[in-house]
């Protein structure tokens, strides 16, 4: 059955270090979402990504962050200068498409820790 | 502001023992209801969708229902394999979770 893979498992990293979360949708998926999880807090949308372009975005997603697909496969998100507070799981999920089919399916996740 | 609430926050039961996880819901304009079940250190599994008020959905042990302002998640005679958070997400514009709740089945 296909999956969400997501590299690392864990990631470890000094604050202001930048990072890079790395995603495998499902192949023939065309919506990609970031998602994150502080410990012990409900799932946080951060951004949806649609046609090479973000389609939404929440309040989290502030110009520290960045999405991309750099190529067929893979989706990417970064964070330019972490924080302590960017410490959480992060998710990445993705859908067929929008409507009925929007159906979300998230991949095991990154745990990253800033220290 | 779109807001969805689990209850309750922890439930315990015997093996066997039947029970019920709600979610509340309030949203400008549903798309979908879903429900995911969240192992420890893991993502979101999908379990159901639902999209109407009278929508029923069944799998294995487990069966979801939706009504206009709520949604059920029915579980039937669990065992100890059941127990993991179940998180209920709502669809309007984005994805929102509530809190889940924590199930243990005991043996």
């Known amino acids: 059955e296909p999956e969400v893979t997501q590299t690392p498992s864990h990631q470890v990293t000094q604050m202001g270090q930048e990072v890079i979360l790395r995603c495998v949708p499902i192949?023939?998926?065309?919506?990609f979402y970031w998602y994150r999880q502080i410990l012990g807090q409900k799932v946080e949308f951060l951004v949806s990504?649609?046609?090479?372009?973000?389609?939404?975005k929440s309040e989290i997603f502030d110009d520290q962050f960045s999405v991309e697909r750099p190529d067929g496969s893979n989706f990417t998100l970064k964070i330019r200068s972490t924080k302590l507070e960017d410490s959480a799981m992060y998710f990445c999920?993705?859908?067929?498409?929008?409507?009925?089919?929007?159906?979300?399916?998230f991949g095991p996740g990154t745990r990253l820790l800033v220290l | 502001e779109d807001q969805v609430t689990q209850s309750p926050e922890a439930l315990r039961l015997q093996e066997g023992e039947s029970s019920s996880l709600n979610c509340s819901y309030t949203?400008?304009?549903?798309?979908?209801l879903f429900w995911y079940r969240q192992d420890p250190g893991k993502g979101p599994e999908f379990l159901f969708t639902?999209?109407?008020a009278g929508e029923e959905k069944e799998k294995e042990r487990l069966k979801a229902t939706l009504t206009k302002k709520e949604s059920f998640l029915h579980i039937t005679a669990p065992k100890p394999e059941d127990s993991a958070t179940y998180l209920c997400?709502?669809?309007?514009?984005?994805?929102?979770f509530g809190k889940g709740t924590r199930l243990s089945v005991i043996a």
């Open positions: 997400a709502v669809k309007s514009t984005p994805l929102v």
């Open positions: 639902l999209y109407s």
């Open positions: 999920a993705s859908s067929v498409q929008g409507g009925l089919l929007e159906t979300q399916y």
């Open positions: 192949s023939n998926h065309l919506y």
């Open positions: 949203v400008s304009g549903l798309r979908g």
């Open positions: 990504f649609y046609n090479n372009e973000i389609s939404e």
